[in-house]
């Protein structure tokens, strides 16, 4: 019979084939049970106890002891709950066996606290211990919150605690069969100043980790494997933070499954380790000297350092190569399957992530490269090199390219064995394409809002009534601007507000007026690039018309302010973004003549010139990239005629149907915009062909609405549709 060593001054009741039942009012004594023995406790308070081939039940209460162990089975049952063991001196609770047995003891504890100055609890070969929202706790310099010496722990919520480390596995001895099995439910396990779990001389033991289990190493270790280790560890922890070290004479094949684990995986010269990323699993760390990882179905690593590993085998999986500001090394042994490499580049100062292959390569694999805003200084990069084998690299981003400043860059294989970015591959980059557009739309945007003022100022002509009016107009329309013009291709929709108030010059041939407004145009670069202008405007205008004649002029003066706006995709699926206000000016003057002919129809020949000149401006993007363009300027010619009629609608109604057109011609060639000191031209110039349509109705003498709509159609430019419609109110 095991002898076990009592408190001082307590008694010692020894149950041999006997069941017994105890209670709060039972003296706190220690208890010795053998030959199937039965203690059931309720409320009891008592010293040390051990079972040996007998049963223990524990029912709140506790045990209190300095004694080698606070509950010590073996070869027995245990079932706690609601209880505390404490030894401040030993071991909080000992599952054993009698060494000749291949069975050991089990215990069940739930919601109870076991605390030990050595260890929380240990267990040896054969023997299981099942903790559920419990906390087992090494309160010693040197102790284990659990120590298994061949048993198995299986843990679920709760926390395991020890200074010195949290689980401590290994064998009974260095022969013995039995190895350690942990499994880790929602629990927490830290230490606090070794690492959390601790494997030495147990090759073939076994840790999982499952839902939402943590683990915190006071050295910043979680996973410490020595002396032959090689167990098999698996997570589907959800989120882990610390180091796993591998000994030089330990091996270690590490699974992870759903899970995110952040800290490297540091194998010793000697040592080996395979590790495999599984379902959607996250590693970000620093891998050295893992002989074999396996990142799979939708999982991730994520570098933070220069790496290097023996075989790297993608099935489906990922690797990243940190943030776009920092680069890295992978340096593979051998590279296989199919998987992605998430990489950034600096064409600027030659920096690159870099994939070195120094073996064999084989399967397809995709190059996810990261846009930035800087400028090459290298015609070619470098991202990729291979020694052997039949791989094949290609690029993921949008439209097969990187943008890297003011132009894109395809990868380019050469020799076989190496993968660039290859500057004879450029095209112009969406940042690029986006500032253009903006440093040119200003000027569709105000011959925009010039256009709509021609219905308003046809509706001038016809006025004979009142001295003074107000009025206002909507509009909107479409411009297509096409690459031809500058590289740049872009589609600008327009819409917008105008009022203005205009009166006559005492009994004179002349009206003046005051005019303000706002236009918003959206623009779509494709490849999920937009931008926007808002245009606030002022302005005069002036018209003369000689009644009996019927020749006019027409002149308009604005003034704007722009706020631009870009949005930018990238070909690597992210966005960039900027904005800046800039001013112009623009004006118009318009001659012709209004000629009656029978039965109400009428005809109007004109000629017109239009100018507008918008301040160049520095424009930074939020990823560095930077434009500067000059003076835009336009210089438009036009001569057309409208034909009309007038038909009465009886008093002072009448109705005004009319038809126009007009051939236009832009004078003005050289717009430059400076993009990374790259020089591009925005140039719109080249003729064009305009037809429009409207009604003037005047409701009363009074009261008079307009509406038009147009169409524009030439080198460069189309405008599929214009509309305005407006209204006036004279007095």
């Known amino acids: 019979m095991p002898v076990m060593l009592a408190t001082p ?32 406790a309720q409320g009891a308070q008592t010293a040390e106890i051990e079972a040996s081939n007998s049963t223990v039940n524990f029912t709140g209460g506790g045990i209190a002891t300095t004694a080698v162990s606070g509950l010590r089975l073996v070869n027995s049952q245990a079932t706690v709950r609601n209880a505390q063991i404490v030894s401040t001196q030993g071991g909080g609770m000992t599952l054993v066996r009698t060494t000749s047995l291949t069975t050991g003891s089990t215990a069940s504890v739930t919601d109870s606290v076991v605390r030990g100055g050595t260890y929380g609890a240990q267990v040896t070969a054969y023997s299981e211990l099942s903790l559920r929202n419990s906390m087992l706790t090494g309160t010693g310099a040197n102790s284990s919150g659990a120590r298994l010496l061949g048993g198995t722990l299986n843990a679920s919520g709760g926390q395991i605690r020890g200074e010195e480390n949290g689980v401590w596995l290994l064998r009974e001895s260095v022969t013995h069969p039995a190895v350690p099995q942990l499994q880790l439910d929602n629990t927490h396990v830290e230490s606090g100043t070794g690492s959390a779990v601790r494997v030495t001389s147990a090759s073939g033991a076994s840790i999982v980790l499952s839902n939402g289990t943590t683990l915190t ?42 899970s995110s684990h952040t800290g490297d995986v540091i194998v010793a010269a000697g040592g080996t380790a395979t590790l495999s990323l599984n379902n959607s699993s996250q590693l970000t760390g620093r891998l050295d000297n893992v002989q074999q990882v396996n990142i799979n179905s939708n999982s991730n690593w994520t570098l933070n350092a220069d790496n290097t590993v023996g075989n790297l085998a993608m099935n489906g999986g990922q690797v990243s190569f940190g943030d776009n500001a920092t680069f890295y090394r992978l340096n593979v042994d051998n590279l296989s399957g199919n998987g992605t490499f998430v990489m950034a580049s600096d064409f600027s100062n030659g920096n690159t992530d870099f994939l070195n292959v120094t073996g064999n390569a084989s399967g ?32 993921l981003n949008a439209g097969q390219q990187v943008d890297l400043g003011a132009y894109s860059y395809k990868l380019v294989q050469k020799d076989d064995q190496d993968w660039y970015l290859d500057h004879e591959t450029r095209t112009i980059s969406p940042m690029t394409r986006s500032v253009m557009a903006l ?3 200003a000027i569709t945007v105000s011959y925009g809002e010039l256009w709509s003022l021609r219905s308003r100022m046809g509706a001038v002509h016809d006025n004979e009534g009142k001295h003074t009016g107000v009025w206002m107009l909507t509009y909107g329309n479409q411009h297509n601007i096409a690459d031809a013009s500058s590289g740049v291709g872009y589609q600008q929709n327009q819409r917008g507000l105008t009022f203005g108030a205009d009166t006559r010059l005492g009994e004179s041939d002349w009206l003046v007026g005051v005019l303000a407004g706002h236009s918003r145009s959206d623009l779509n670069l494709n490849y999920g690039t937009s931008g ?32 631009n706006n870009a949005k930018i995709g990238l070909s690597d699926g992210t966005r960039t973004k900027g904005d800046y206000d800039t001013h112009g000016l623009s004006a118009s003057v318009e001659a012709g003549r209004h000629i009656k002919l029978n039965d109400g129809y009428f005809i109007e020949p004109f000629a017109q010139v239009a100018t507008a000149a918008i301040a160049g401006k520095d424009f930074t993007l939020d990823n560095g990239f930077k434009a500067n363009g000059d003076v835009s300027r336009s210089l438009l010619g036009k001569v057309g005629t409208t034909v009309g009629k007038t038909i009465s609608l009886g008093g002072d109604s009448m109705i005004q149907p009319y038809v126009k057109a007009a051939f236009a011609h832009e004078f003005a060639q ?51 549709y214009s509309f305005s419609l407006g209204a006036s109110y004279r007095f």
């Open 9 to 40: 001054a307590v008694a010692v009741e020894f149950l041999d084939a006997e069941t017994r039942a105890i209670t709060s009012s039972t003296p706190a004594d220690s208890y010795q049970l053998i030959n199937g023995s039965v203690l059931n």
């Open 364 to 395: 397809n694999h995709g190059l996810l490269i990261g846009s930035n805003g800087a400028e090459p200084s290298l015609p070619s990069l470098k991202v990729v090199h291979v020694g052997a084998g039949n791989a094949q690299f290609g690029l």
């Open 532 to 563: 926007s202008i808002d245009s606030y405007y002022v302005g005069g205008y002036a018209t003369w018309m000689d009644r009996e004649s019927g020749y006019y002029v027409d002149s308009v003066l604005k003034y704007n302010r722009y706020q």
């Open 670 to 720: 050289r717009n430059q915009v400076q993009v990374n000191n790259n020089v591009f031209n925005n140039d719109l110039s080249g003729s064009r062909a305009e037809l429009g349509a409207g009604v003037a109705w005047t409701v009363a003498k009074d009261f008079q609405v307009y509406s038009e709509a147009g169409y524009m159609n030439g080198k460069n430019i189309e405008m599929p």
């Open 439 to 441: 440093f040119n739309t």
């Open 217 to 258: 190493g006071g050295n910043g270790v979680i996973l410490e494997l020595g002396g032959g280790a090689l167990p098999l560890y698996r997570s589907d922890a959800r989120i882990l933070w610390g180091r796993v070290q591998v000994a030089a004479d330990s091996g270690a094949v590490l699974g992870f499954d759903r």
